[in-house]
């Protein structure tokens, strides 16, 4: 920042400017790119002693503090400092070994997003911590599945794929109660639409390959800690060896700046198409929290200022094969995982396997979409075009 502000800074502003320090470099806009692994200390006796702003590669440089920087600007109040991952389910195991560890116990909602609950099936199982999964819309009833060894509460809003909106504030409140933590996978939503620290969480998790990153050309994760969460969080990370490379350190800052009007456009566009195909005769049901007919819309509206472009939808009955018709016709979607980059996506998916405390039966066949930058007139469009071609396949 050219001078230290005079008023407190909105979201939109903190993001242009915070983690820049161009009095630092030179007058330069942005920091410089900083590939390094060894750091040299200018005399013996600071080598011993360990005298230098930097000590190591993997410890952080100017390019990972400038990111750190900003990324904990944006997140503001109770948020102490983050930690970079080197992809979104990193910041996600990462924080959740920060918490738990051989005989404790961790509740996850059911709506987890998938690799996470596979990582609880896997190395946690292994480890010896228990998980248990529980229905997303419980929100204060949570409490009844507190026990003495449960060492956090795992939310995700909205769920993944599926959409059902938690309450956060309620469970986050049951959650400390009973001395346990709450971690939220805050990817949807970003800091901008969901102040998670403000709602009670303590450890907010974000694939910054989605939104931040915002181009689908990097792979980065990060955790935001309050003070009590930080110190096991670094700690991890630092015992674990994990850190970011520097270049796509550098994306996600690029990425970070222009975060703001890329959020607003997936919004307002996201809620167009998702409104467009809440009045098509082949849809069922569309599942966005930020549609009045959603059944999560009331949490939404209470506890989100916005909504990012990933939506899903339920069709009614259809075969296999028109469905596949319908995403085969589209030229404008992409078919294929991840999302928050600048382009369309739609995926054909299916919870039904993989559920354990809810059951997953939405009467039709189900989509996800992620709506890109394009013109929205021709993202419908191109939509039609899909039905047209279902109807041709039956
Ligand atoms: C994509 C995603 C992740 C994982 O991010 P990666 O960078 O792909 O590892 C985690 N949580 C949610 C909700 C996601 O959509």
Known sequence: ???????????????VNAGRDSQGQHGFVNPPVYHASTVLYPTGEDQVAHRARYQYGRRGTPTSEALENALMDLEGGDCAGVALLPSGLAAISTALLSVAGSGDHILVTDSIYRPTRNFCEGVFKRMG????YYDPLLGADIAKLIKPKTRAVFVEAPGSQ????QDIPAIAK????????VLMDNTW?????????EKGVDLSIQAGTKYIGGHSDIMFGCVSANAKTLPALKNTVYTMGLCVGPDDMYLALRGLRTMGVRLARHNESGLRVARWLGGRPEV?????????????????????SGASGLFSIVLKPASEKSVYAFMNELALFGMGYSWGGFESLV????C?????????????PTLRFHIGLEDVDDLIADLETGFKAMAAAK
């Open 347 to 350: 995926i054909l998916f299916d």
């Open 352 to 364: 039904t396997e993989y559920r354990t405390a809810t059951k997953w039966a939405p009467g039709g």
């Open 162 to 165: 599926s959409f059902e909106m």
């Open 284 to 304: 069922a049901r569309v599942l966005h929290p930020a549609l009045a007919s959603d059944p999560g819309h009331k949490i939404w509206q209470r506890d989100f």
């Open 129 to 132: 911590v228990e998980t248990t």
């Open 174 to 181: 049951a959650a400390h109660d009973k001395g346990a933590l």
């Open 1 to 15: 920042m050219a001078k230290p502000p005079k008023t407190p800074l909105k979201p939109e502003t903190r993001l």
């Open 189 to 197: 939503a970003t800091p901008l639409y969901f102040r998670a620290f």
